[in-house]
């Protein structure tokens, strides 16, 4: 990478070192809106098949050893090893198929049995069936298996109260898997949290209205529900007109109501831009407001009472940049989450990255191929434009082009969020 060699290139100005040096760091942002969030403690029992996707909120303990008893793996026959010393064939003595209680194994005989079934006492080995040759009630070993060979030990598994999953994670199909391995039919998780989400701008209208005039489809609606419909319940969306008044009631009257509020636009320093004002006249607590990141400079992270607020600029990518870098960790905090920051991992640049040095950028990036080593290779546009859909609609992740350098070389390893 080269280092702070600064392009002259056109811009608003807010790029320059000065002014990102009265910006947070990323880093320091994120930890004081994660220090805003208390995790929720208020817990509901689910049956396994409604907790898929939710957090959960007790260990789960082996109810029992698992497997619950010494069975089959294969369909085959069962016997004591020894018995086969000195002879191949031995005479068949009953069957042990799934959901049966056999009896012991008489000495000198072989037992029917098939997969999962329970193998009866007395027996060391299963052999399978195609390494024998039954003939009436006598069977035949063709081959001499290894004593213990095709039998599934009781608590090979799990052992009975071993933790089998710890709290703070988010449960998928194989975390329900072993819940319901381990004898569980419910589970205890973190109760959804309730959200609202304060949309301004005076120019948004739903999208499909008909558009005149100065008016814009509203984005961040559809965009905010569909990231939280899986993770939180959202209490109501308010249209907030573009006025201070109107503000610190919507504000005032959410934070009253649910465990986090969310708003979008409104944020920067405009006359129109109200969030903040209205913020400080309530008394907020304000952690964070303004960040050297691009896109996404007037993040604002604040608290009413306990009640966090997030507050996302109102450009699309701006708004969703910044919710995948500290609005959805705060809200993994809020959901009880043990790893609220989700892991990022590095790829390769297709092409060099320009960039004017001053604010970390986070850029849209596509994956479209792999290096000679495995490693995924992304190509992003040549520039970051905050207003832009096109690119984050085809985008698999955000690489991160660090603050101080006017470039990236191609090749380079790029630390890289994925959605
Ligand atoms: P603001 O953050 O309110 O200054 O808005 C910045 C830009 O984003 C303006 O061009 C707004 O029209 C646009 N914008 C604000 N909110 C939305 C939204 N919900 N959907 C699409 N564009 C928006
Ligand atoms: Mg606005």
Sequence with gaps: MTLFDRIDTPGCGCDTSDLAATLLPVDTALNRGLALVDPLTATEDLPLHQANGRVLARPVKARADLPRFDNSGMDGYALRLTDLNGTKTLPVCGTSAASDAPQPLPAGTAMRIFTGAPVPAGADTVVMQEWTTRTGNMVTFEKRPQTGSNIRRQ??????????????????????????????????????????????????????????????????????????????????????????????????????????????????????????????????????????????????????????????????????????????????????????????????AQTELRHKPGRCEYRPARFCGMDHSGLEVVECPSATHSGHLGPMAQADGLVLIPGDIDKTATGDLLEFMPF
């Design 155 to 348: 608590g090979e598994d799990q052992r009975a109260n071993a933790t089998v999953l710890t709290a703070g994670q988010r449960l998928n199909a194989r975390h329900l898997a072993i819940c319901a391995g381990a004898g569980h039919g419910s589970v205890s998780v973190v109760c959804k949290p309730k959200i609202a989400l304060l949309m301004t701008g005076d120019e948004l209208i739903a999208p499909g209205a008909e558009a005149t005039g100065g008016a814009i489809w509203d984005v961040n609606t559809p965009l905010l529900t569909s990231v939280l419909s899986d993770v939180a319940d959202i209490s109501f969306v308010y249209q907030v007109p573009d006025s201070f008044d109107a503000m610190i009631d919507a504000i005032k009257s959410a934070a009253q109501d649910v465990d986090l509020v969310i708003t979008s636009g409104g944020v920067s320093v405009g006359d129109r831009d109200h969030v903040k004002p209205a913020l400080n006249l309530l008394g907020a607590e304000t952690a964070v407001s303004g960040v050297a990141i691009k896109p996404g400079k007037p993040i604002t992270l604040s608290r009413l009472g306990r009640v966090p607020i997030i507050s996302l600029p109102g450009n699309p990518l701006s708004a969703y940049v910044t919710w995948q870098v500290f609005g959805n960790p705060m809200l993994n905090k809020l959901c009880g989450l043990t790893e609220a920051v989700p892991p990022r991992r590095l790829v390769r």
